[in-house]
């Protein structure tokens, strides 16, 4: 069983950057895929993006592409979100998430395919 804690979110002006952590205990999360979701009132929850188990492969949502980097220390069991250039639209609660294995496309873009989930954490782009 993994648990999942994610911080670093807040309140930021459009332009602005945070820097999210999602701290896992447990299991160590080499053996895990990990992903951040984001989910705004009203709205599904939506794949922001993933890396695989070493790190070495990535993906992002169309929206975030190039704002956004996903990394991983899996010596201090923490996946990050970092987050520039930040927009209005980009309000959410973030949820950290993992799944035991290998990416497999196209489930890991869907919320339904992760093993174990944070309970999120604000992020509020002011405009």
């Known amino acids: 069983q993994v648990q999942l804690v994610e911080s670093g979110g807040g309140l930021v002006q459009a332009g602005g950057s945070l820097r999210l952590s999602c701290g896992a205990s447990?299991?160590?999360?080499?053996?895990?895929?990990m992903g951040w979701f984001r989910q705004a009132p009203g709205k599904e929850r939506e794949f922001v993006s993933v890396t695989n188990r070493n790190g070495g492969t990535t993906y992002y949502q169309d929206s975030v592409k190039g704002r956004f980097t996903i990394s991983r220390d899996n010596t201090k069991n923490t996946v990050y979100l970092q987050m520039n250039s930040l927009k209005a639209e980009d309000t959410a609660v973030y949820y950290c998430a993992a799944k035991s294995g290998i990416l497999i496309g196209p489930y890991f873009r869907q919320a339904g395919w992760y093993d174990y989930w944070g309970q999120g954490t604000q992020v509020t782009v002011s405009s």
């Open positions: 447990g299991r160590a999360i080499g053996d895990y895929a």
